[in-house]
C-alpha cells in the first residue's frame, strides 16, 4: 500500500513532542521522507533487484550435474633403450627388468591411460546425460560422478562434432534427478544466468552471471553460442548453464582467454540448438540434417543495390548443383528471403533453420528473383549423405585475345580454369589494374567470371554488352558472380560514369 506524505512525515518525525529539533535536522528528516515517498511510487522495474541467494536453485538442480573422467590407452614415447653389448652378463639383467616393468611387451613402448575431466547433466532419470563431444572424444573408459559421490560407468550413444555435443548413458539402480532443457531464444542480455560444473578437476562448483551477448558464432556451421560472465574454466566443458527457472539454456563449451583461465568470456551452446542434436542422437544415433543443396553468401549493401532490392537482407544463391534446390526449380541469383515460414536475415540464418528440418520435409522457399518474389517448394535431403556431382569435361575453347573492362584484363578460359572451377563458360581474369576498383573488391588474377548482370557471359562482348545496358538503366554498380578455386561468389563492381 502507497502511504500518503502526510503519514511518511508522520513516521520520520520523533514520537516526543516535546523536544525542539534543529533547523538542519528536521530539513534532512523531510528530504528522507520524501525520498521514501519517491521510491514507493516508481515503477515496479526499478524496484526489481538480483536474487539474494542462488542456494535454492543450487539444491534444486545441483543433484542432476555431473563430473565425467575418461581414460584412453596411449603409447608413450619410443624413445632408445639402454645400449647392452650382445651376449654382455647384463643383457638378462635388463631383459627381466623390461618384462617385470611392461608384461608382454618385451623393450617395447609402456602404455599410459591419463585421466580428461569434464562436466554433463543428466537430462532423463533412466540415465541420459549430455556432455561436450570433445570431453570423451578418443576415450576408452567413460566414468560419471555424481553429487553424493557415487560412479557409474558411460557408454556414448551418438555425438556431434559439428556442434560439440554428446549424449552418454548409465544404468542407475535408482531413477536419477534431471533438468529440463529451457528455452533460450527468450533470453535477453541482462538476465541472471547460473553456470555448474567441474572447473580444474575441483568438483561440484557453481558460478553466477548475466548473458553478455546472444547469437555469438566462432568457427563452427551451427554455432549459437550465449556469452556469459558466469565463470567459465578448464573442466566446466559439458556443464549446464542454468535460467532462474532450472532450466538448461545453453551447454558450457568454450572460453575466451589469453591466460586459459576465465576472464568472464565464456561461450554457451544454446539450448534450442543441443536440444535437437540430443533428440537425433537419441533416436538415431547420429544427426540427421535437412539439405537444401545451394551455396550461398551474404547480401551486401552494393549487391542489393545491383539485384534492385530494397533491404540488405536474406541469402544470396551463388551456385545449385544437383539436389533438392535444382528440382525445385531455384536459381543461381536467387536471394532466399523466407524458409518455411522463417524471415533469413543472413546466410547464418538459413544453414540453421535448414539444418534444424526434418529430412523429407516439403518446405516453402521464397525467393526473389527478377524484381518479384516467388514461392518454392523444396524436399530436403540429407546433409550428413549429400555428395557433390563432378561437373563434365567442356570443350576446349578457341584462343581469342585478351580485353580490358572495368579494371579487369578478360580472356577466354583454359582447360585448366575449366577443371579447376567446375565450370564451361565464363570468362578467366588473367590481370587486375591494382588502382582499380576491381582490385579493390578483391577480385584477382585466375578469377573465374560466369555471369554478368545475372545473365551468363562466355566471351568479351557479352560482358560489354551487359555493363553497358547497366549504364544505361542508370545502375551505379553492376553484379558479377565469380567463381575462384571452385568456390562461387556475387561481387558488385561499380561502373565507371
Not at 533416436?283 to 549493401?301: H, M
Amino acid at each position: 500500500m502507497q502511504t500518503t506524505h502526510r503519514q511518511a512525515v508522520a513516521r520520520a518525525l520523533p514520537q516526543s513532542r516535546s523536544a525542539a529539533l534543529p533547523m538542519t535536522t528536521l530539513l534532512l528528516i523531510i528530504a528522507m521522507a520524501l525520498a521514501a515517498i519517491a521510491s514507493s511510487t516508481l515503477p515496479g522495474r526499478a524496484q526489481v533487484a538480483g536474487p539474494s541467494s542462488f542456494a535454492d536453485l543450487v539444491d534444486e538442480v545441483g543433484d542432476a550435474v555431473v563430473n565425467i573422467t575418461t581414460t584412453s590407452l596411449v603409447a608413450s614415447g619410443t624413445g632408445p633403450g639402454p645400449q647392452v653389448p650382445p651376449g654382455s652378463p647384463l643383457e638378462d639383467f635388463f631383459n627381466d627388468f623390461l618384462d617385470r616393468q611392461m608384461p608382454g611387451m618385451p623393450n617395447g613402448p609402456a602404455p599410459r591411460r591419463p585421466n580428461a575431466l569434464g562436466s554433463g547433466f543428466v537430462i532423463s532419470e533412466d540415465g541420459f546425460i549430455v556432455t561436450n563431444n570433445h570431453v570423451i572424444e578418443g576415450a576408452d573408459e567413460i566414468m560419471v560422478e555424481f553429487r553424493d559421490g557415487s560412479e557409474l560407468p558411460a557408454t556414448v550413444i551418438g555425438t556431434d562434432p559439428n556442434t560439440d555435443i554428446a549424449v552418454l548413458k548409465v544404468e542407475p539402480e535408482t531413477p536419477l534427478t534431471f533438468v529440463p532443457f529451457g528455452d533460450s531464444d527468450v533470453m535477453r542480455v541482462g538476465d541472471w544466468v547460473m553456470a555448474v560444473g567441474n572447473p580444474l578437476g575441483q568438483g561440484f562448483s557453481v558460478s553466477v552471471g548475466i548473458v553478455s551477448a546472444r547469437e555469438r558464432a566462432l568457427s563452427g556451421t551451427y554455432d549459437d553460442f550465449i556469452q556469459t560472465d558466469a565463470a567459465i574454466n578448464r573442466g566446466n566443458s559439458g556443464g549446464p548453464l542454468f535460467n532462474m527457472a532450472g532450466e538448461v539454456v545453453g551447454v558450457n563449451t568454450a572460453i575466451l582467454s589469453p591466460n586459459g583461465g576465465s576472464i568472464g568470456i565464456g561461450f554457451s551452446m544454446a539450448s534450442n540448438v543441443v536440444a535437437g542434436v540430443v533428440n537425433q542422437l537419441q533416436e538415431f544415433g547420429e544427426t540427421r540434417r535437412g539439405w537444401l543443396g545451394v551455396r550461398i553468401q551474404d547480401v551486401t549493401a552494393e549487391i542489393a543495390e545491383g539485384l534492385g532490392l530494397d533491404v540488405v537482407t536474406g541469402a544470396l544463391v551463388t551456385d545449385v548443383p544437383e539436389g533438392p534446390a535444382r528440382a525445385a526449380g531455384m536459381e543461381v541469383g536467387d536471394v532466399i528471403t523466407t524458409f518455411d515460414g522463417v524471415e533469413v536475415d543472413d546466410t547464418r540464418e538459413l544453414v540453421r533453420v535448414v539444418g534444424a528440418s526434418g529430412v523429407g520435409e516439403t518446405v516453402r522457399v521464397v525467393v526473389y528473383r527478377d524484381g518479384a518474389t516467388q514461392t518454392l517448394l523444396v524436399t530436403l535431403g540429407r546433409r550428413e549423405t549429400a555428395e557433390s556431382e563432378a561437373f563434365p569435361d567442356a570443350p576446349s575453347a578457341e584462343v581469342m585475345p585478351s580485353s580490358e573492362i572495368l579494371g579487369l584484363t578478360l580472356a577466354p578460359l583454359t582447360d585448366e580454369a575449366r577443371e579447376a572451377n567446375g565450370v564451361q563458360d565464363g570468362l578467366l581474369v588473367e590481370a587486375v589494374d591494382p588502382e582499380s576498383e576491381a582490385a579493390e573488391r578483391g577480385l584477382e588474377p585466375g578469377d573465374v567470371i560466369t555471369e554478368v548482370g545475372q545473365q551468363p557471359v562466355s566471351d568479351v562482348a557479352g560482358f560489354q554488352a551487359r555493363v553497358d545496358e547497366a549504364d544505361e538503366a542508370g545502375q551505379n554498380s553492376i553484379l558479377l558472380l565469380i567463381r575462384r578455386d571452385g568456390t562461387p561468389r556475387f561481387v558488385a563492381l561499380p561502373i565507371d560514369k
